[in-house]
């Protein structure tokens, strides 16, 4: 049998992007993010951590089968794990992230979803932006969003399930910059592909409202705006 010797790569894009990859007998595996994120020593090294946690779980899982292969005679396919993290907003305080997220074990169909990443730059570490929301209030507002974002994607027969508005408490959500201003103005929920003949998954956006800004803590709340304004209380970025 020819074994792949495994190889450890590290690419930088000359236009803003890193990519660590490696290719092994039991597992490949490759994730990528922009250099602006790179530049992050504290977030880079987290990311880096995520990695290192992600590949040995898939690689474990990936000699259990290897092995179990060969006591079993049939033919065994290298397992293949993708992320491709990019900025949904950035402020001065807050930087938020999401990934595309690819795992395939075995050979057959990846398994796609999104994860997020809300990173405090000033003490370099993950914020929950879960705890901050009011799920019920979102949840009401997210289902009014969420037909037309189905349609804008790609519209299912009538009476299809994935008509029926998600609970919002398990999806992935990402604070947004929707016009670049600096501030967080959208909660965007990252809703995954519904079968294996869809290449991508879609997004939901809730304009953030008075509301969701009065249950923030106040340390994050200069990294907040109501959809469609700019306070004038915040000095300007």
């Not at 690689?59 to 065994?76: E, K, M, S, T």
């Not at 003949?197 to 939901?204: D, K, S």
């Not at 953030?208 to 923030?216: F, V």
């Amino acid at each position: 049998m020819i074994l792949i010797a495994a190889l450890m790569m590290i690419a930088q894009d000359p236009e803003g992007f890193v990519e660590l990859s490696e290719d092994g007998p039991q597992l490949h595996w490759r994730a990528g993010w922009p250099n602006r994120i790179e530049a992050i020593a504290p977030l880079s090294a987290h990311l880096r951590r995520d990695v290192r946690t992600r590949r040995a779980a898939l690689l474990r899982a990936a000699r259990r089968q290897q092995a179990d292969a060969r006591r079993r005679r049939y033919p065994f396919v290298p397992h293949v794990l993708g992320i491709d993290w990019r900025v949904q907003g950035l402020t001065a305080q807050l930087l938020s992230l999401s990934a595309d997220t690819s795992v395939t074990q075995g050979g057959g169909h990846s398994t796609d979803d999104h994860d997020v990443l809300l990173w405090d730059q000033t003490r370099n570490r993950p914020v929950r932006i879960g705890t901050m929301v009011g799920w019920i209030d979102l949840g009401r507002r997210f289902c009014a969003a969420y037909p037309d974002a189905l349609i804008d994607h790609n519209p299912p027969p009538e009476g299809d399930g994935r008509w029926n508005c998600p609970r919002v408490q398990g999806l992935s959500l990402a604070p947004a910059d929707g016009d670049g201003n600096g501030r967080f103005d959208t909660l965007r929920f990252l809703i995954g592909p519904a079968s294996y003949f869809e290449a991508h998954g879609f997004t939901v956006d809730v304009a953030i409202e008075p509301a969701d800004l009065a249950r923030l803590p106040d340390r994050f709340r200069p990294a907040f705006e109501v959809a469609g304004e700019r306070r004038n209380d915040l000095p300007q970025q």
